[in-house]
């Protein structure tokens, strides 16, 4: 089992900055490909961005590739996203998530809720004026 605990979530006016954090325990990090999602009121669960689990390919939705950026440090057991310039189509939950490839799989990342196998319980961010 491995628990993801998510921070760093808040309100923010639109054109600033946020770095929100995911901290794993209960596993070797180092086993699963990192994921962040979010979710918008009224809305699904949409991907926003992976990283494969030496941290070297990063992999983004296309809406938010030049805005935000994830990374990861085995060693800290935690994952991170960047995020710029936000907006107010930003605020949603955001959720932290890991998952394994299968034995043979050559995936790096995954861009699909059915890929990853643990979850965190999310943390808000809200862009408002």
């Known amino acids: 089992q491995v628990q993801l605990v998510e921070s760093g979530g808040g309100s923010v006016q639109p054109g600033e900055s946020l770095t929100l954090s995911c901290a794993a325990s209960g596993h070797t990090f180092s086993d699963f490909i990192m994921g962040w999602f979010r979710q918008a009121p009224g809305r699904e669960r949409t991907f926003i961005a992976s990283i494969s689990k030496s941290g070297g390919r990063p992999y983004y939705d296309w809406s938010v590739k030049d805005r935000f950026t994830i990374s990861r440090d085995n060693a800290q057991n935690t994952v991170w996203l960047q995020m710029n310039s936000l907006t107010a189509d930003d605020t949603a939950v955001y959720y932290c998530?890991?998952?394994?490839?299968?034995?043979?799989?050559?995936?790096?990342?995954?861009?699909?809720?059915?890929?990853?196998?643990?979850w965190g319980q999310g943390t808000q961010v809200t862009v408002s004026s």
């Open positions: 998530a890991a998952g394994r490839t299968s034995l043979g799989s050559i995936k790096e990342v995954f861009d699909q809720e059915w890929e990853y196998e643990f």
